[in-house]
């Protein structure tokens, strides 16, 4: 982090569009698609031509109200549009619908931590639904601009922090959180590469102790979460350097200048668009009924704080592990699942399995942990034949868990046909483990001068002998046993 003057306070609201997993469009049947050939997702409704009327997409309006309950909003019962007027190559309509006075969620908050250590609720004042614009592409070095309208009128919703934010830092964890609460909500894929995640950032400083805030800036559409940081700290030293001087800050809209790692300006309050707002004549003011949310409540999933709390709580899984578990929903469902499945085994264990044999391998392919082709069902009857000493760990991690992925075939057989069954018959252990005491004399000494541990050399080396199969435990056991005779 860069250092600042100290007596100065940074002050920063977030303002984050997400685009909606809806199938279609806000206001017609379009597919709500990435990727696909330009203006190939289009029709006269989000094309803006004369005389269509929108129609509201219901399950946009159910995404919206419930990433509005993932974050602690209340849902008004009366909901409007209002069209929000500006001339842009992307905006066919010279329009967007948008909400101004009555938006559709209201009044959450979303806890972080903060940098002092505490949790800390970012208030979010407002959670509104609106279409997003088309996109302009400028081809490089052409004299022209093209315009793709697939994107025109997918549903987008514009969540506003309070002005509660006090570092870049806090900024980045502020958008984790957000990201991860949408993600558990399936409201959002929140994939800022793919434009279903935008940030804009208001910044402003003030003297230390000030009751008032200073005047802010707007920094558009930062790319990346690192970014994110990095605009902010670019603004906190640049508005402090400003006002040290003598100079006053200018409410003003910058752009994010990834190259020159700065923000520039790029239009002042004067030049500021009048959007001159109005209700939406095409759509009815809406009554969102209580059954209706409380049918969308009723969709949400356990969100990440509380499984995280009953992992570590119940579960005695350790923080770092839990983290990593409920960081995606698909991976602590898969988790939760193994869990139902596997009464009675080791929550630990299991955890240790997801994180090492399933998460690892989606994290490699790059997919998630709901599409690594080994079912709960499959790993948690690994983890009970290593819980029954029919296989050690080691050839469950090393061996079985790898060959069911490559082939597909059933752990039972695999068992059988790489010979993993470990040997649990104490006498042919008890003969590989007088063999390793006879020709291992200095761990022996070591041993026997009281160096305690280095009877894991010779469990090491019994293993070694037994190809990996025996029972470790057993063998440790036999060890001691034939150690104490003497
Ligand atoms: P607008 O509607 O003009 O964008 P808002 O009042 O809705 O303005 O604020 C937009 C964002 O700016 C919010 O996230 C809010 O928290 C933040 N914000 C407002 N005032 C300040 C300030 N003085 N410093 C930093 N951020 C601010
Ligand atoms: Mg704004
Ligand atoms: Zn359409």
Redesign the pocket.
Known sequence: MTAYDPTFEP?????VHVQLATRTKLFCGCANAYGAEANTQICQVCTGQPGVLPVLNEQALRLAIRAGLALHCSVPEKTKFDRKNYFYPDLPKGYQISQFDQPLNVGGGLEILGDDGALRTISI?RAHLEEDAGKTIHPDGMGFSLVDLNRSSIPLLEI?????LRSAAEAHRYLDRLKNVLRYARASECDMEKGSLRCDV???VRRKGDPK????V?VKNVNSFKNVERAIEFEILRQIELVKSGGTVVQQTRQWRDAEGATVAMRSKEEAHDYRYFPEPDLPTFTITRAFVDAVRAELPEMPDARRARYVGALSVSEAAADTLVAERDTADYYDRCLELGKGLDPKELANFVLGSVLAVANERGISAADVPLRPETLVEVVRLVAGNTISSQAARMKLLPAILETGKSAAVLVKELGLEQVSDRGAIEAIAAEVIAANAKAVGEFRAGKDNAINALVGNVMKASKGKANPNLAREILLELLARG
């Open positions: 002050v920063i609201g977030l303002e004042v506003v922090s309070g002005p509660d208001n910044v402003s805030f200073g005047t802010r707007e």
